[in-house]
């Protein structure tokens, strides 16, 4: 039985750390504040924050102060039986829903050290984070005289690099560890 070993200089070790703390981080983001009231907007929801924001979504005015894109997705998912809404409600559940998906099946490729498995859903997450963004700005749903981007939107694109960094480093330091191992076997032939 090998025992493990951890070897702080082994460039596939760090590079495999800083994959995983860009998943986490992709991860934790779709659950931190992806749209922040302005300040003026979050003072006029403070000043009644049991006040209803959105009935049919069971929201009040402090609920609202930050919304996550999990929040989006309960809401889009829940208006899906709103007479009027479901065409958009539908697609922003898949939208979003897809984005979480994504980010899981991403680090379940970085748990089983398959970098260019999760540099493709990175790839994907990150692209299908670009779209929502670009809605959402373009519907005024976000950066608006209400809203701006929250924490999330910045989060996502630092661990978006970070995986990317870590994925093209690790593939990097498996393939010249190879190389070393052929070299060696080449040698002692």
């Not at 997705?73 to 809404?85: F, K, T, V, W």
């Not at 970070?162 to 994925?167: D, E, F, M, Q, T």
Request: hydrophobic share 45%; glycine share 6%.
């Amino acid at each position: 039985m090998s025992s493990l070993k951890i070897d702080l200089k082994n460039s596939g070790f760090i590079s495999y750390l800083i994959s995983v703390l860009g998943v986490i981080i992709i991860i934790g983001a779709f659950f931190l504040p992806y749209a922040s009231a302005t300040d003026s907007y979050k003072e006029r929801l403070e000043r009644h924050p049991d006040g209803v924001f959105a009935q049919e979504f069971n929201m009040t005015n402090e609920d609202a102060v930050n919304i996550s894109l999990f929040e989006y997705l309960r809401m889009y998912s829940e208006a899906i039986d709103i007479d009027g809404y479901q065409g958009y409600a539908i697609i922003y559940t898949v939208v979003i829903g897809l984005m979480a998906l994504f980010s899981l099946l991403t680090l379940l490729f970085v748990i089983l050290k398959k970098p260019i498995a999760y540099l493709v859903f990175d790839c994907i997450t990150f692209g299908v984070f670009c779209l929502l963004n670009w809605d959402f700005e373009d519907r005024g749903i976000v950066s608006n005289s209400r809203y701006d981007f929250g924490t999330a939107y910045y989060l996502y694109y630092i661990g978006a690099i970070l995986l990317i960094v870590g994925a093209v480093w690790f593939i990097i330091s498996k393939s010249k560890e190879k190389k070393a191992q052929n070299n060696k076997i080449d040698t002692t032939n």
